[in-house]
Antibody
Framework: QVQLQESGPGLVKPSETLSLTCTVS????????WSWIRQPAGKGLEWIGR???????NYNPSLKSRVTMSVDTSKIQFSLKLSSVTAADTAVYYC?????????????WGQGTMVTVSS | DIQMTQSPSSVSASVGDRVTITCRAS???????LAWYQQKPGKAPKVLIY???ILQSGVPSRFSGSGSGTDFTLTISSLQPEDFATYFC?????????FGGGTKVEIK
């Protein structure tokens, strides 16, 4: 079955760039959107953005100026970069398969990776 | 953005109880683009229902969803021990996708 796994540093300094990668196993990236979603401790879920296999992207307007996503179909990975981070960016970050062109639900999720922004 | 407001924010219930969670959208939306998730502590959310009422494969039939327009409901017909968790609704009708604040189902 399809599985997603996030990877990247668990600690990022303020003002620096958070970089995460999601590796997909059990399928290719083709014909789906792939999203990043985050959740601060004890709080709700915030959609960060999505990328399609072609490389086209949609970003949450609230984060758009700081977000860059990319895809590497040969490695079956997609990535997130969030620049100029502050403590408010501390959260669990999830990657998820996004049925954006269909019913819009996120039907497969990675286990999540905790990122702390601190000096 | 469409704001999704869930109620209640928490509910205490016993095994076997019927539990109903409501999600209200700030504007009318397509029911095809409304989903419900279950999240247990330390785990990723898991989709239960999409299209407001379509059960994701493998999800027990005690879960059901309904609604249209701005008001949507998730019902657990007979609460089981493994159902104690937090539940979120999510809309994909308007950009960006947004989630409700969550409803925590706790043991009474």
């Amino acid at each position: 079955q399809v599985q997603l796994q996030e990877s990247g540093p668990g600690l990022v300094k303020p003002s620096e760039t958070l970089s995460l990668t999601c590796t997909v196993s059990g399928d290719s990236l083709n014909n789906y959107f792939w999203s990043w979603i985050r959740q601060p401790a004890g709080k709700g879920l915030e959609w960060i953005g999505r990328i399609y296999t072609s490389g086209s992207t949609n970003y949450n307007p609230s984060l758009k100026s700081r977000v860059t996503m990319s895809v590497d179909t040969s490695k079956i990975q997609f990535s997130l970069k969030l620049s100029s981070v502050t403590a408010a960016d501390t959260a669990v970050y999830y990657c998820a398969r996004d049925q954006g062109s269909g019913h819009g639900a996120f039907d497969i999720w990675g286990q999540g990776t905790m990122v702390t922004v601190s000096s | 953005d469409i704001q999704m407001t869930q109620s209640p924010s928490s509910v205490s219930a016993s095994v076997g109880d019927r539990v109903t969670i409501t999600c209200r959208a700030s504007q009318r939306m397509s029911s095809w683009l409304l989903a419900w998730y279950q999240q247990k502590p330390g785990k990723a959310p898991k989709v239960l229902i999409y299209g407001a009422s379509i059960l994701q494969s493998g999800v027990p039939s005690r879960f059901s969803g309904s609604g249209s327009g701005t008001d949507f409901t998730l019902t657990i017909s007979s609460l089981q021990p493994e159902d104690f968790a937090t539940y979120f609704c999510q809309q994909a009708d308007s950009f960006p996708p947004t989630f409700g604040g969550g409803t925590k189902v706790e043991i009474k």
